[in-house]
Every structure is written in C-alpha cells, then in structure tokens.
C-alpha cells in the first residue's frame, strides 16, 4: 500500500448508506458500533452524544434515523472519515476527548467501551458520559466480555445510576444506563520521571496514552542505539506518543517534530516538552498528513503501532515507513524499533535500497539510510 493509498478515504456499504472509512480508522467493523447504531429507542429530535465514534457508524445510523447527533473523536484518521460521514447524515463532529464534552446537555449518550485504549481511559470516558447526560438522560454501552464489559458495566451502575442489558451477541454486550447521580471525574494527569540519554526529564500523560506509566523497553533501546545527534539535526518522530523519544533528543540539541494520531497522547507530548522547557513542535497528524509533501529532515526515528493480526495496525506502520522516506534528506537515516516476529526488512530494503540490523535482542534496532 502506498501513502496516497492510505490516506484515501473510501466508502463501505451499511444498512444506513455508503460510510467513509480509511486505513488506521477505527470503528468500522466492529460489533460495538453495529449493537450502538441497531438501538431502536432513540426518540428523533433527542440530542445524542457520541463520545467514542471512530469514523460514526452509530452516530451516522441515529442522524439519518432523525435524531440531533454530536460526536466527539480524538484520532485523527478517525476523525478524516468522521467529518466527511458527519457531512453526509447531517450531524456535528469535532476533535476533542471524551471528558471535555458539555455538561448536562444531552438525552442519550452512546458509548463503545475504548476497553483498547485502558482502563483508564475506559474510567474517564463513563464518568464524562455521565456527566454529559442530562438528569434521567440514558447511556448506551456496547462492549465485548473478553474485554471486560462486565467490570465496566457494573462500575458504571455504581457511579451514575440503574442498569440493564439490553443484547448479547456472542461476547458482545448492549447495556443501558440511567443518570441518577453525578459521576466525580477521576483525577487525568499522571506523572514521572526518566533518564534517557544522559537526561533526567519529566513526562506527564493522560488516559490511553501508550505506556502511561514509564518508558517503553523498546522506545529505550532505540535511544542507546541512536548515535549523537547534533544541533544541525532535524528529527521527525513518528508516532510520537508523549515524546519518550522526542524528548531527550530535543534535550541533545536536535529540531524535534513529533506526530501524533491521537489527542491524548498530542496533548501529553505538547505537556511533557512544556514540563522540561524544550522546544518539541508537537502535531496531530495521521501519519504525515500535517507535513506538506517536501517538508525534509535528517533522521526519522520511531516505535510504530502494531497489533498481532490486526492488519489495520499493520497499514499504519507500514505507512510510517514509507513516510519516513518521503520525509528524509538525500543521506539522512532512519531508525525504528520494533519486535522481531514483525518483518518490515523487505519494505525498507525495497524503498531505501538497503537496511541494517543493529540491534537484535528482545526487540530490534533497524536502520536504513536514505
Ligand atoms: C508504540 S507507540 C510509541 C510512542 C512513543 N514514540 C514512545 O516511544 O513511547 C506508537 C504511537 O503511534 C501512534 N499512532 C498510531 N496510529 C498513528 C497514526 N495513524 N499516525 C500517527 N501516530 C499514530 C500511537 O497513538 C502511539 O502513540
């Protein structure tokens, strides 16, 4: 798949019209979304809120069935899909996390349990759901068992009111909710330090970030590879996350532009660069969609996405390196990390024409020059 093959937004039949959708997009397939569109009860003209809507499946099903949607996305790959799905049923979408949603301001909420993204997050999406419903309003959770619906489902029924299931498919679950109390939002910045190359820094994160808690082995071994770096250097970094990587090579000197899909972990990068008074620019992008086309740098580094078997996770790291050439000056280097069962040696090999193995342990160190 080239980039220009993954960025295109394509369409898919659904019982409510053709849907956009694209590589790296959650929400379509999945059972969640299908159990949240299927909802016969949703009365036309309520206001419905969509706190976790992927490219809109169910948000789409509910506007073309009459109601007065919203929708809430922090990726954006998502997002592209989104706005252009929101166009089409005519209902509202924005970039933003499940807890800055309005209070007390919705009917209905719906809610595919991000269980993918933590519990955590998971935590703080129910608590901002509840809070977004007005008194009596109800709240539609769809979610799998082997992820933790029934944890979730009675938590929820704790903090914010009475609950049912509704259908069961497979280990999939629709339950519903009504507001009766006021959920506390549970505390969402977390913090701690780490020395990476010779540099103590401070990392603040939110919810669902990827490895919220310290630094990932993998991202680490990337940095002990990386040769010095000097203040001539300009670094992207793929898939930034909250700049484990960013970070300490923006401490060495280096232009660091970090990238991002998802909000939480964009915002969590532009925090920890504030926290350690480093200049990261920091921006939310699908892959390389926020450069222009001959933005160039000296180094490209990454730890990508991945996900054994999930092939839509695969589309996004293979992306990633194609990026990483269209973005690298005539003799710049690229470094990523990654697990050894995942090959990316042949597409590096046939996009830069060469490839090296420096690191081989636990995980491997590859490099390529451009
Ligand atoms: C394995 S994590 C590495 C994060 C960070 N570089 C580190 O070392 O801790 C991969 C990151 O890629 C991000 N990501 C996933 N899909 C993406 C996409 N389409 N475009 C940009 N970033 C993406 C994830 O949100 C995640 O933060």
Do not use: C
Request: charged share 25%; hydrophobic share 40%.
């Amino acid at each position: 798949m080239t980039l220009e093959d993954y960025h295109r937004l394509r369409t898919v039949p659904t019982p409510y019209g053709p849907l956009f959708t694209k590589p790296g997009a959650r929400g379509f397939p999945d059972p969640r979304y299908q159990l949240l569109a299927e909802l016969p009860e949703i009365p036309s003209g309520a206001r419905v809120l969509d706190l976790n809507p992927g490219v809109g499946l169910a948000a789409f099903a509910h506007a073309r069935k009459g109601a007065s949607v919203e929708a809430i996305e922090g990726s954006r790959a998502a997002f592209r899909a989104l706005a252009e799905n929101a166009r089409a049923a005519g209902f509202k979408a924005r970039v933003g996390l499940p807890w800055e949603a309005k209070e007390e301001a919705f009917d209905a909420l719906l809610l595919a349990l991000p269980a993918e993204r933590g519990t955590r997050y998971v935590q703080a999406a129910l608590a901002a759901a509840g809070r977004a419903l007005k008194p009596g309003g109800l709240l539609w959770i769809a979610g799998s068992k082997k992820k933790g619906f029934d944890r979730y489902f009675k938590e929820a029924k704790r903090e914010i009111g009475y609950g049912r299931v509704e259908r069961r498919e497979g280990p999939y679950r629709l339950a519903v909710l009504q507001k009766e109390k006021d959920p506390e939002l549970p505390p969402l910045w977390r913090d701690f330090e780490a020395e990476l190359r010779g540099h103590r820094l401070r990392f603040k994160t939110l919810p669902g970030v990827f490895s919220e808690d310290g630094v990932d082995p993998a991202s680490r071994l990337l940095l002990e590879t990386l040769p010095p770096l000097s203040p001539e250097d300009r670094v992207l970094d793929l898939g930034a996350g909250y700049g484990a990587l960013s970070l300490p090579l923006a401490a060495e000197g280096a232009a660091v532009t970090g990238l991002e899909d998802e909000l939480a972990g964009l915002r969590s990068l532009a925090e920890s660069a504030r926290e350690n008074h480093l200049p990261v620019r920091a921006l939310h992008s699908d892959v390389d969609e926020a450069l222009t086309g001959d933005e160039k740098f000296t180094i490209v580094v990454t730890n990508p996405p991945f996900h054994v078997g999930g092939s839509v996770v695969l589309d996004v790291a293979k992306a990633f390196v194609h990026a990483a050439h269209r973005h690298l000056d005539k003799g710049g280097r690229f470094y990523l990390v990654a697990n050894p069962f995942l090959k990316y040696e042949p597409l590096i090999e046939s996009l830069f024409g060469n490839v090296e193995t420096l690191r081989a342990d636990r995980f491997k160190v590859l490099a390529a020059t451009r």
